[in-house]
């Protein structure tokens, strides 16, 4: 059934999946590789008959949570899922065939899984005789909780977003080095919920002799949340022994290479999808060099310094030419500071 | 009486003054030293009988412009203006006589006359007996047409708009010094009307000497704009003479100085009211470690250098503590820039 994205559905449809897309962002950073998604089931009456998502490795997918929560109810209802139902034996069996043992009637999902492996799904459902809809919320999806997940689907590497925080001059620091604190506490806080919501963070060797991050994900009041991303210093040399980001709040990786390419493997090997790069100036010039920065975070505080390091180091661009284009996705304010999220990529603009 | 400046007002009444901020910004550029206001006079049935805005020094005023166009169905109805009408005689009569005289019965101004010698707008149209209000749109015409002649009228000085481009990692151009194009099509052609509504253009002599400007407004055709800022140049040194600066598509005057109290002086005494500041890096700090600067304009392209020049050079600060705060009043798209209005001072955030 051919459906107009753009609104085509109504709005029970809307706020069900709306639903399952945070259902799927609640998952983010403890499913991987897996990707964390969102279900919820709708009795054939339309109420809410069961909310779930996906369960770290080796436990249900969200179709499954959601439709045992719904048990009966799920016969003759609809199912809205963040990613197209998979239609293959991995560590758990099809959720294409437990929608069909429940008598589900409809599935609506918001993007197509990418998997060649678990693709299929809609076809396998239609040929089981349920009703198939896809594209609601597919942006927010897309954008959202399955931004890094589908694009290692697509390209087997974790997806890095860079991100930093400066004056609106690109400076992280003035000229004395001091920079405490350059972003807002609203801004500050939104990160430390990234951080947990991440596979891993990764920082420079440079950044850790300079400035000793911890690396931690912290609630507000200064504890460490709940879950904690694993923690990446990338650099030749040896770490400090006293260093802050060796400590035991959270699990710490030394990768000692130079090479972008080498550490995206590394993460790769360990089932980190999803990671934060968060410093300094030079490995981020190395990762954008690459490009392998997936999408870019920037924190500008409403303040000019004049002076101090810059925000972004050598990225192997010499000429305007060669800048490294961006599409803004979104700018938003963060307590003060303007929060900008871009994506690589010329937008159609006008030069 | 007292009016809720949120909502108390009708819908005609917002849209009679929408018109005269329209009547106001149309004015901008033409009326240094006097502020560009604009005027809308609805008759009694009210209907718009008269739309008028500050004619060039010397000139008849808003509110005359206004009421001569309505004629006689001013009497019994209601002058809408931006600016608190005037009660004294300068170059030309009080515009409140001209008010009273035409039998309007009500009055309504966005913003107070600052000006000591102007003043007593209000309460001379009240003697009168003409009912009076004021604060309609207040904000739209401090922020808009009359920003710079109100900060003109409180401190004697010329109103500084620092403007600059760059990428969102704070480079002005690449290593190689290339910077076409930097900023979208859109928002240069918007540098150019703002160019064409200002009174002065200002850029030091060293970006003279790396960039050779022409510093014009220009309409998007590349044809020179009906109106033309004067052209300032700042520094001690000779100008070459072939500089395209020194060509006779506009007036410029090179002030020969380095201290920004002293150009700010000699603008002031040629009438000139609002200035647009637009480089280089080393005139943007200077400016702005004087505390000259009142607004910062910052295009932000979606695109990282990672080297070349800072849009902002030395402004005095060494240490965070001692960065330039500012608030940001609006952020906007611009052809696919980050378009950042910002003024001086610490907001209301937390640290």
């Given at each position: 059934m051919a459906v107009d994205p753009s609104g085509g559905w109504d709005h029970p449809a809307h706020a069900a999946m709306a639903r399952a897309v945070a259902a799927s962002e609640d998952a983010r950073g403890t499913t991987s590789p897996n990707p964390p998604v969102g279900c919820v089931v709708l009795d054939a009456r339309g109420e809410v008959a069961g909310v779930g998502a996906t369960q770290p490795p080796g436990g249900p997918h969200a179709e499954v949570v959601a439709l045992r929560a719904a048990g009966d109810r799920a016969r003759g209802g609809t199912a809205f899922v963040t990613l197209e139902p998979c239609a293959h034996h991995g560590r758990t069996p099809p959720c294409v065939d437990a929608l069909v043992a429940a008598g589900v009637a409809r599935v609506v999902y918001a993007v197509a899984d990418p998997n060649p492996?678990?693709?299929?799904?809609?076809?396998?459902?239609?040929?089981?005789?349920?009703?198939?809809?896809s594209g609601l919320l597919a942006q927010e999806v897309e954008r959202g909780p399955l931004r890094a997940w589908l694009h290692y689907a697509r390209t087997g590497q974790p997806h890095v977003t860079w991100k930093y925080a400066a004056t609106l001059d690109g400076r992280s620091a003035a000229a004395d080095g001091t920079s405490r604190w350059i972003s807002s506490a609203e801004s500050r806080a939104e990160v430390h919920r990234l951080r947990r919501q991440v596979d891993a963070i990764v920082a420079g060797r440079g950044t850790v002799l300079a400035d000793d991050p911890q690396l931690t994900a912290r609630t507000p009041d200064g504890a460490l949340a709940d879950r904690q991303p694993l923690r990446v210093v990338v650099g030749v040399g040896d770490l400090p022994a006293g260093a802050r980001v060796l400590d035991d709040s959270a699990e710490t990786l030394h990768l000692r290479t130079r090479d972008v390419d080498e550490v995206l493997a590394a993460l790769a090997e360990r089932g980190v999808v999803d990671v934060l790069l968060e410093g300094g100036p030079r490995l981020a010039g190395a990762f954008l060099a690459a490009g392998r920065v997936r999408?870019?975070?920037?924190?500008?505080?409403?303040?000019?310094?004049?002076?101090?390091?810059?925000?972004?180091?050598?990225?192997?661009?010499?000429?305007?030419?060669?800048?490294?284009?961006?599409?803004?996705?979104?700018?938003?304010?963060?307590?003060?500071?303007?929060?900008?999220?871009?994506?690589?990529?010329?937008?159609?603009?006008?030069?």
């Amino acid at each position: 059934m051919a459906v107009d994205p753009s609104g085509g559905w109504d709005h029970p449809a809307h706020a069900a999946m709306a639903r399952a897309v945070a259902a799927s962002e609640d998952a983010r950073g403890t499913t991987s590789p897996n990707p964390p998604v969102g279900c919820v089931v709708l009795d054939a009456r339309g109420e809410v008959a069961g909310v779930g998502a996906t369960q770290p490795p080796g436990g249900p997918h969200a179709e499954v949570v959601a439709l045992r929560a719904a048990g009966d109810r799920a016969r003759g209802g609809t199912a809205f899922v963040t990613l197209e139902p998979c239609a293959h034996h991995g560590r758990t069996p099809p959720c294409v065939d437990a929608l069909v043992a429940a008598g589900v009637a409809r599935v609506v999902y918001a993007v197509a899984d990418p998997n060649p492996k678990a693709a299929g799904g809609a076809d396998a459902l239609r040929a089981a005789g349920v009703r198939v809809e896809s594209g609601l919320l597919a942006q927010e999806v897309e954008r959202g909780p399955l931004r890094a997940w589908l694009h290692y689907a697509r390209t087997g590497q974790p997806h890095v977003t860079w991100k930093y925080a400066a004056t609106l001059d690109g400076r992280s620091a003035a000229a004395d080095g001091t920079s405490r604190w350059i972003s807002s506490a609203e801004s500050r806080a939104e990160v430390h919920r990234l951080r947990r919501q991440v596979d891993a963070i990764v920082a420079g060797r440079g950044t850790v002799l300079a400035d000793d991050p911890q690396l931690t994900a912290r609630t507000p009041d200064g504890a460490l949340a709940d879950r904690q991303p694993l923690r990446v210093v990338v650099g030749v040399g040896d770490l400090p022994a006293g260093a802050r980001v060796l400590d035991d709040s959270a699990e710490t990786l030394h990768l000692r290479t130079r090479d972008v390419d080498e550490v995206l493997a590394a993460l790769a090997e360990r089932g980190v999808v999803d990671v934060l790069l968060e410093g300094g100036p030079r490995l981020a010039g190395a990762f954008l060099a690459a490009g392998r920065v997936r999408r870019v975070l920037a924190y500008l505080a409403p303040t000019l310094l004049g002076s101090g390091p810059a925000a972004l180091g050598d990225a192997g661009v010499t000429t305007i030419a060669d800048a490294v284009p961006l599409t803004v996705e979104d700018v938003t304010s963060s307590g003060g500071d303007v929060r900008i999220s871009a994506v690589p990529g010329e937008p159609g603009r006008s030069r």
